[in-house]
């Protein structure tokens, strides 16, 4: 179902002579013939530049705490993102929906390449598996009455919206399938609800986002590792730049949303130095952030091949220190954390940056010999 040839001419886009743009993918509704009894991946959309959009069955929305181990309840609309930031370490959910599917007999061997394409890493990016926007609420409707069950008995339950993959990537813009999961909590009240992304996208929704503020405790995470245009573009090419997230950051906090900046993951030796994050926090805390959020590399073995040679490449220095301080583990070294952190919390509050829960959560007592931790990378 190829489109044809997208080209942008003097800056317009072309048109299908239905009058819809050629850069807007044409939703097709899913092959049932294909999918009903078989079980088998539908394909809802192919975009020109070779993203396949597929529909991935739903058995529930929210992940519970306890299936988790996050201690919070979790949605992720989309597996897969399009951004496809290097260190990104949901390829994992990724690859395991491909085996699944390959597996229960869903796709044929052929399919479970291409989802998987050449290296079996870039399918992540390019092979999106979109969950139907009706199956999502039903889920969602399943799951509600076990979250209010728990608010009554534990306290307000904490949901967050995108802890594996951006819910507000391009796909968005054409399922809204984020837009139907917030518009039904609109519904509820009592909740503390998280939004991770790294899209300006979030702002369409702004209207509703300050309607939900009023039922629950909302906080829009901004995710950006760096306010340095360079750092972007070698990890994490094809996400929206730093000023466009900055922008909408300030849009959400003008409006009156609730939002602030997650650094994840910060980058050792190449993001962590006092000058970058005192930048970036600058950076935030013009556009209005309310709090900051570090967070430090994790590097999964799947991860690697992906983040390592670019690591290798562009800072030759740094490769083998990474190496051997992930060596067999996927965190970085515990005294590295607690330094950086303290790091990030004392140029956050120079900000006037409130504190965050972030604090609370850090490593204690490996805060002493700060400086000689984070020079380890430099
Ligand atoms: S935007 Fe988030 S989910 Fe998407 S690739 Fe980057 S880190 Fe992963």
Same mark, same amino acid.
């Given at each position: 179902?190829?489109?044809?040839?997208?080209?942008?001419?003097?800056?317009?886009?072309?048109?299908?002579?239905?009058?819809?743009?050629?850069?807007?993918?044409?939703?097709?509704?899913?092959?049932?013939?294909?999918?009903?009894?078989?079980?088998?991946?539908?394909?809802?959309?192919?975009?020109?530049?070779?993203?396949?959009?597929?529909?991935?069955?739903?058995?529930?929305?929210?992940?519970?705490?306890?299936?988790?181990?996050?201690?919070?309840?979790?949605?992720?609309?989309?597996?897969?993102?399009?951004?496809?930031?290097?260190?990104?370490?949901?390829?994992?959910?990724?690859?395991?929906?491909?085996?699944?599917?390959?597996?229960?007999?869903?796709?044929?061997?052929?399919?479970?390449?291409?989802?998987?394409?050449?290296?079996?890493?870039?399918?992540?990016?390019?092979?999106?598996?979109?969950?139907?926007?009706?199956?999502?609420?039903?889920?969602?409707?399943?799951?509600?009455?076990?979250?209010?069950?728990?608010?009554?008995?534990?306290?307000?339950?904490?949901?967050?919206?995108?802890?594996?993959?951006?819910?507000?990537?391009?796909?968005?813009?054409?399922?809204?399938? /984020? +837009?139907?999961?917030?518009?039904?909590?609109?519904?509820?009240? #009592?909740? %503390?609800? $998280?939004? =991770?992304?790294?899209?300006? &996208?979030?702002?369409?929704?702004?209207?509703?986002?300050?309607?939900?503020?009023?039922?629950?405790?909302?906080?829009?995470?901004?995710?950006?590792?760096?306010?340095?245009?360079?750092?972007?573009?070698?990890?994490?090419?094809?996400?929206?730049?730093?000023? /466009? +997230?900055?922008?909408?950051?300030?849009?959400?906090?003008?409006? #009156?949303? %609730?939002? $602030?900046? =997650?650094?994840?993951?910060? &980058?050792?030796?190449?993001?962590?130095?006092?000058?970058?994050?005192?930048?970036?926090?600058?950076?935030?805390?013009?556009?209005?952030?309310?709090?900051?959020?570090?967070?430090?590399?994790?590097?999964?073995?799947?991860?690697?091949?992906?983040?390592?040679?670019?690591?290798?490449?562009?800072?030759?220095?740094?490769?083998?220190?990474?190496?051997?301080?992930?060596?067999?583990?996927?965190?970085?070294?515990?005294?590295?954390?607690?330094?950086?952190?303290?790091?990030?919390?004392?140029?956050?509050?120079?900000?006037?940056?409130?504190?965050?829960?972030?604090?609370?959560?850090?490593?204690?007592?490996?805060?002493?010999?700060?400086?000689?931790?984070?020079?380890?990378?430099?």
């Amino acid at each position: 179902m190829r489109l044809g040839a997208m080209r942008l001419i003097g800056g317009r886009t072309e048109r299908r002579k239905d009058g819809t743009d050629l850069d807007r993918p044409t939703v097709r509704p899913p092959d049932r013939r294909g999918s009903g009894g078989s079980g088998r991946l539908p394909v809802l959309d192919e975009r020109l530049r070779g993203t396949k959009f597929v529909e991935l069955p739903v058995q529930s929305a929210a992940n519970s705490p306890e299936s988790t181990g996050m201690g919070f309840w979790s949605i992720n609309p989309y597996v897969g993102c399009e951004f496809g930031c290097s260190y990104c370490y949901a390829r994992y959910a990724h690859r395991y929906v491909v085996e699944r599917a390959r597996d229960g007999g869903r796709i044929t061997q052929h399919e479970f390449h291409d989802l998987r394409r050449p290296v079996g890493l870039e399918g992540f990016e390019h092979r999106i598996f979109v969950k139907s926007r009706q199956a999502v609420l039903a889920a969602l409707a399943r799951d509600l009455p076990r979250i209010r069950r728990r608010t009554a008995r534990d306290g307000p339950q904490s949901i967050v919206i995108g802890t594996a993959t951006d819910p507000y990537q391009p796909a968005e813009r054409q399922y809204q399938i /984020t +837009r139907a999961v917030l518009g039904r909590l609109r519904d509820e009240r #009592g909740f %503390r609800i $998280g939004i =991770i992304t790294k899209s300006p &996208l979030v702002c369409r929704d702004t209207g509703l986002l300050r309607q939900l503020a009023r039922q629950h405790w909302l906080s829009v995470y901004i995710s950006l590792v760096s306010a340095d245009i360079r750092v972007i573009k070698l990890f994490e090419a094809r996400s929206p730049m730093p000023h /466009t +997230r900055l922008k909408a950051l300030e849009e959400l906090t003008s409006a #009156g949303v %609730r939002a $602030g900046v =997650i650094v994840a993951p910060i &980058l050792p030796g190449i993001t962590d130095s006092q000058w970058q994050i005192d930048q970036l926090v600058r950076a935030a805390k013009q556009a209005g952030a309310q709090f900051v959020y570090p967070s430090p590399l994790r590097l999964y073995p799947a991860v690697r091949q992906r983040f390592l040679p670019i690591v290798e490449r562009h800072f030759p220095k740094l490769a083998q220190r990474y190496r051997a301080a992930y060596d067999d583990k996927c965190n970085a070294p515990q005294k590295y954390i607690a330094a950086v952190t303290r790091r990030f919390q004392r140029i956050a509050r120079k900000y006037g940056i409130p504190e965050t829960d972030a604090e609370k959560e850090q490593p204690r007592g490996q805060g002493e010999g700060s400086a000689m931790q984070l020079s380890f990378w430099q």
